[in-house]
C-alpha cells in the first residue's frame, strides 16, 4: 500500500470528521445580538484502497487545506527517511491582551494527535491483510471520535459580533470552523501549517 494514499485517506478522513463536529454555518448578523446561521453541506467520500466511507462537509476549501497539509506532512516523512511521525490538530480561542501592546492570548482548548506508522509489505496476501486490517482501526477511531464529542466538555460560546474571529474561523466562504491550527511532527522536527491543555487525544497509533 502507497505510503501517499495511506497517510493521506488517514489523516484527511479523521480530520474531516472532526470538522464536522467543529463547524457551524456562515453568522448573518441583522445588528448586534441578532443572527442567523446558515446551512452548511455534506459528502461522502468512498476509499478506493480499503473498505471505509467518510462524510466531510462540503467546502472545498477546507478539503483544499487539509489535502495541502497531509502533503507536506508525507513529503516530510519521505525527506527525512522517518517511518512514524504525528500530527495534530488543536482548537482554540483568542482573547484580547491586558495592555494594548501585547499580542493576542490563544488558549487550546481541544487537541487530537494522530500518531502513523509505515510499515514494509512484502506481498500481496500482506497487503490484504492489512487493508481490512486499517478498515477495522478506522471504524474504531471514528466510533470513538463520534462517542468523545458527544460528551458535555468545554466549547467556547458564540462571541458578540465584534469578536467573532476570536472564537471562529471567519475567513471560508462557505463555514465557519472554530479557531484551528495543524502541525506535524516527524522525528525530532516540528513543522506548523494553518494559521496547552489537552482536552481530546487519541492514544493509539495508527500503523501503516
Not at 71 to 96: P, T, V
Request: aromatic share 14%.
Amino acid at each position: 500500500m502507497r505510503l501517499s494514499k495511506t497517510v493521506d485517506f488517514v489523516y484527511i478522513g479523521i480530520f474531516h470528521s472532526l470538522f464536522l463536529e467543529r463547524t457551524l454555518g456562515k453568522f448573518h448578523y441583522k445588528q448586534e445580538g441578532s443572527y442567523s446561521v446558515g446551512s452548511i453541506g455534506m459528502v461522502d467520500v468512498d476509499c478506493d484502497f480499503v473498505t471505509f466511507t467518510y462524510i466531510r462537509l462540503a467546502s472545498d476549501e477546507l478539503d483544499r487545506r487539509l489535502k495541502k497539509t497531509a502533503a507536506e506532512f508525507r513529503e516530510e516523512l519521505h525527506r527525512e527517511g522517518s517511518c512514524s511521525g504525528q500530527i495534530s490538530l488543536e482548537f482554540y480561542h483568542k482573547k484580547r491582551p491586558q495592555w494594548s501592546f501585547f499580542s493576542y492570548d490563544c488558549t487550546e482548548w481541544e487537541i487530537w494527535t494522530i500518531k502513523i506508522t509505515t510499515i514494509v509489505l512484502a506481498n500481496e496476501h500482506e497487503r490484504q491483510l492489512h487493508r481490512e486490517k486499517v478498515s477495522e482501526l478506522l471504524t474504531e477511531k471514528m466510533f470513538y471520535i463520534t462517542q468523545a464529542v458527544s460528551r458535555h466538555e468545554y466549547v467556547p460560546k458564540v462571541p458578540s459580533q465584534s469578536e467573532l474571529d476570536f472564537v471562529f474561523d471567519t475567513s471560508f466562504p462557505d463555514i465557519q470552523p472554530y479557531l484551528f491550527r495543524i502541525s506535524f511532527l516527524t522525528n525530532m522536527t516540528t513543522s506548523t501549517s494553518v494559521g496547552t491543555t489537552m482536552k481530546k487525544f487519541i492514544r493509539d497509533t495508527l500503523a501503516l
